[in-house]
Each structure stands twice: as structure tokens, then as C-alpha cells.
């Protein structure tokens, strides 16, 4: 049984920061393994924000890249999303994703998610 929670979203101005943590559990975390970040916003379509794997290989969104930053704390099997500069196009509902392998930026790679955390960005 793999279990993923998120959690650290809300409403902020545009220009602060947010830091988004998930929280993963089962026997996924036995074996080599991604972590990964997607959003959502209303309309379009679910995309790869920023990942890391076991072996600490890791990816961006290009439009994140320099304000975003994924860090993982494997003894808690924990991922972080540090948000900096947000912007009103941040606004999503952003999901954590899980599965065994190497890293990859496709939602179907993606087997074990949470229920996502909204984050707003206001003007």
C-alpha cells in the first residue's frame, strides 16, 4: 500500500513564496523511485512542474526553473516544493506523484498521487 499526502497550500500575493511538502509511505521506498510535483489549472491540462528520484537525479518545468526548487528528505520519504517569485500563473491545484523507476515528466507514468493542495496567487 502506497499512501501520499500534501499539504502547504494557500493564498498568497504575487512575488512571495510558498513551500509545499508531501509525505509517502509503503514499499514503494524499498526499491529505486521519483517523487514528482504536477499542477493543474482549471481548463488545461496536467503538467510536470519538478522531480526528483532516489538517486537524485531531478527536472523542471521550464517556467519554473530558477524561482522552483524540489528537494526530497529520503529518511522520511518526504518532498518539498520551495515556491519563490510566485506569480498569478502559478495559481494550479498542484499534486505529488509517485512510482518506482527512474524519473519521468508523464502524468500516465505516474501510478500512486494525492488528492493535490491549491495554491492561489493573487495580483
Known amino acids: 500500500q502506497v499512501q501520499v499526502v500534501e499539504s502547504g497550500g494557500g493564498l498568497v500575493q504575487a512575488g512571495a513564496s510558498l513551500r509545499l511538502t508531501c509525505t509517502a509511505s509503503?514499499?514503494?521506498?524499498?526499491?529505486?523511485?521519483?517523487m514528482a510535483w504536477f499542477r493543474q489549472a482549471p481548463g488545461k491540462e496536467r503538467e510536470f512542474v519538478g522531480g526528483?528520484?532516489?538517486?537524485?537525479?531531478?527536472a523542471y518545468l521550464d517556467s519554473v526553473k530558477g524561482r522552483f526548487t524540489v528537494s526530497r528528505d529520503n529518511d522520511h520519504n518526504t518532498l518539498f516544493l520551495q515556491m519563490n517569485s510566485l506569480k498569478s500563473e502559478d495559481t494550479a491545484h498542484y499534486y505529488c506523484?509517485?512510482?518506482?523507476?527512474?524519473?519521468?515528466?508523464?502524468?500516465?507514468?505516474?501510478?500512486?498521487w494525492g488528492q493535490g493542495t491549491q495554491v492561489t496567487v493573487s495580483s
Open positions: 509503503g514499499r514503494l521506498f524499498e526499491v529505486n523511485n521519483a
Open positions: 526528483v528520484s532516489s538517486g537524485g537525479n531531478s
Open positions: 506523484a509517485v512510482r518506482r523507476g527512474i524519473l519521468r515528466k508523464l502524468t500516465d507514468d505516474y501510478p500512486f
